[in-house]
């Protein structure tokens, strides 16, 4: 899988005005907002969450939707390496979804796009691991289409039981009790669904919470580290560097930058 092209995109005024044909396939992933496609003429509304795999030679374009700001990672790659691993790649039209996965795959295109801008030595490498990384992800929501809606209401009951309990120690015994089932199969079925296990998607949840507290708040970051569940600042240091690539005193740097 040979990654050729990578952007980063948010607007409110982006248009294509013509079909583009290219030689490559595109992925589209939006992570805010709304826009529009039309593949091969057909219209498709892409929302947060939502992914769009375009066929190489297939004509598309697409537009915002008037008034709305929408962000969105746009790819182009050369499947041909991969398409005997991947059945999504045999498609022959364009394929759309709503992804379970959202945390997970938007942290691949983010980590993809971070080293298409930095360059680093090997960084083509690294951005078509993560590229294969994050297809396995896909292939394995296609191959788990079959997940019923009754399936997809209890991993939203056990995320809404999280973000309510994040800055507690969240087990799989509180999951199983919140959703009727044992505790193994609550923890099986979260990960299966989300690709992230309970202790992952708890994790994320207070990193998103401290990175806008530490923008936006005046806490220090032990206050913050202890306000979301952390009681060893230096263990919050390592698992913050780790999701986010920064260091929280940069944040409190920027807050303060912004006061002055």
Sequence with gaps: MQLTGFHYDKSSTWNEEQPIMRPDWTLVFVI???????????????????????????????RSVPTKIHEKFV????????????????????????TGKFDIIADRL????????????YYMALCEAHLQELF????????????????????????SYIQNHYREHVTKDELGTCISRSPNYAAS?????????????????????????????????????????????SYFYRVFRRMTGLVPTELVSDRETIRK
């Design 32 to 62: 805010y907002g709304r826009c529009v496609y039309w593949v091969n003429e057909k219209k498709q509304v892409l929302e947060k969450g939502q992914w769009l795999l375009v066929p190489r030679e297939t004509p598309f374009y697409g």
């Design 75 to 98: 790819l182009q790659f050369d499947a041909q390496a991969a398409q005997d691993i991947f059945p999504l790649l045999q498609q022959s039209s364009y394929t759309c979804r709503q």
């Design 110 to 121: 983010r980590l993809i796009h971070r080293g298409w801008q930095d360059k680093q030595p």
């Design 136 to 159: 396995v992800f896909l292939q394995r929501e296609w191959d788990q289409a079959a997940t019923t809606s009754a399936t997809a209401l209890l991993v939203e009951q056990m995320k």
């Design 189 to 233: 079925l979260f990960r299966q669904v989300t690709g992230q296990t309970i202790s992952e998607f708890v994790h994320v949840t207070r990193i998103k919470t401290a990175v806008y507290m530490l923008r936006h708040s005046a806490l220090t970051v032990t206050e913050i580290a202890e306000f979301i569940g952390y009681n060893d600042p």
